[in-house]
């Protein structure tokens, strides 16, 4: 066996370990699971959603760490730095952390292919029962019946919204897409569905297995002041709460689903109000309708599918007057761009595209030509985001605003590209 000895020479060896990229199924990472003996004995929430999982998965590890329990989030996927998967009190695992559990599940896989998903999802549950963490929070990462995730036994499950996005896996419509999120449901515990029109096939597989089934709107909600909201479930009510760090009114839906969450695990982790207060005043999670310090305004958003892009262009309308609105947008081929350029188009009055160098990427060209295609005239193409960012950049003033968006990788580079100019 060749020697991997950094984290970088583990995820190099992961993505050529197994046949396909995206394997769904529970069966191989089930048996590795049980070859480990992987049972948590700390309470687990775990959330789906076709948006706003990560930002709802931020929000109950900010919450429940102001509380005082030492959480262990798992989210995917990274923007820099793949340690940010897997997050042990807000803060990404060492190295070495996650090096130990892929030695550990690579001794007890035998000859059980897995995928680079299937290997982090283990090694962070691995990492979190290792370091003794009082709760462990799990992000689906596609869909949620078939996920590795879902391998594991959540004592609350969360599915925060229900929409359009990788359809060739998950099924064409909201039915089909909704019914495999609801297969993270468990017979007799809370099951929160956040999206306020669930759909029905996720509706009856809840009630199907006896499912503790909470929906917005009937079971739990939420009202909106100027600068503060409250919250309700059932009888119970907190109020006077912060509007959370995190931008963009979509997010106190988030915010909602992760207190009804709570709520509904209450006996086993407590959290007052004023550890709900400082977690969502101190919330971190990049790239999320993120604004930039100085100016010109710089926003970043990862929002890569219709719903996503249509709930940036509501909160783009919530800021200040811009006098030339510049698109920083790159997408992966197998998206559905015409319907994200489409919703995006009249916020902005330059689109400087690019390509994105990997499999699924397409050429800053290909995007300009289905921009231009769609009737918009400004549109400048470019081999890679750098030079797009830099490009506006030098062109914008201090009252315009740049918005860089289309995928987690469009925002990576831009990112990556601050930190090291050139």
Same mark, same amino acid.
């Given at each position: ?133 009082? *709760?462990? #929070?799990?992000?689906? &990462?596609?869909?949620?019946? +078939? ?7 959540? /004592? $609350? ?123 969502? *005043?101190? #919330?971190?999670?990049? &790239?999320?309708?993120?604004? +930039? ?7 970043? /958003? $990862? ?120």
């Amino acid at each position: 066996m060749t020697m991997r000895k950094t984290l970088d020479d583990w995820l190099r060896w992961q993505e050529g370990l197994h046949v396909s990229a995206i394997d769904m199924g529970l069966e191989r990472v089930s048996r590795v699971r049980d070859a480990m003996g992987l049972r948590p004995h700390c309470p687990i929430i775990m959330v789906a959603g076709t948006n706003g999982k990560g930002s709802t998965c931020a929000m109950l590890s900010s919450m429940l760490h102001a509380a005082g329990f030492k959480v262990g989030a798992y989210t995917s996927p990274h923007i820099l730095h793949y340690n940010e998967r897997i997050a042990i009190d807000l803060k990404p695992a060492s190295d070495e952390r996650i090096i130990a559990s892929f030695e550990a599940i690579d001794a007890a896989r035998g000859d059980v292919s897995l995928t680079y998903f299937e290997f982090g999802t283990l090694a962070a549950v691995h990492s979190f029962v290792a370091e003794k963490v009082d *709760v462990i #929070v799990l992000e689906v &990462g596609l869909g949620g019946r +078939l996920d590795a995730v879902n391998i594991f036994e959540p /004592d $609350v499950s969360v599915v925060v919204s229900v929409d359009l996005d990788h359809q060739a896996i998950l099924g064409n419509d909201r039915e089909d897409i909704g019914f495999e999120k609801a297969g993270i449901y468990r017979a007799g515990k809370p099951a929160i569905c956040v999206d306020p029109e669930p759909p029905r096939r996720l509706l009856d597989h809840a009630v199907a297995i006896g499912a503790d089934l909470r929906l917005y709107g009937r079971d739990f909600g939420f009202s909106r002041m100027d600068n503060q909201w409250s919250f309700r479930c059932g009888d119970h009510q907190r109020h006077a709460l912060p509007i959370p760090a995190l931008r963009g009114g979509y997010q106190l839906m988030n915010a909602c689903g992760a207190l009804a969450a709570l709520e509904a695990i209450k006996d086993k982790l407590p959290v007052g109000i004023g550890a709900v207060k400082q977690g969502l *005043v101190q #919330v971190e999670w990049p &790239g999320r309708f993120q604004v +930039l310090p100085g100016r010109p305004t710089v926003v970043l /958003d $990862v929002g890569h599918n219709p719903h996503a892009v249509k709930a940036m262009t509501a909160a783009l309308k919530q800021l200040p007057y811009a006098e030339t609105r510049y698109a920083v947008f790159s997408m992966l081929a197998d998206k559905d761009m015409a319907a994200v350029v489409e919703l995006a188009r009249g916020e902005f009055d330059r689109w400087l595209v690019a390509g994105l160098d990997m499999p699924r990427g397409q050429s800053g060209e290909a995007i300009a030509a289905e921009l231009a295609a769609a009737g918009i005239a400004d549109v400048q193409a470019f081999d890679r985001v750098a030079g797009a960012w830099s490009t506006a950049l030098s062109q914008a003033g201090d009252n315009d605003r740049i918005v860089v968006f289309g995928s987690f990788h469009t925002v990576a580079e831009v990112l990556e590209a601050r930190r090291h100019p050139v």
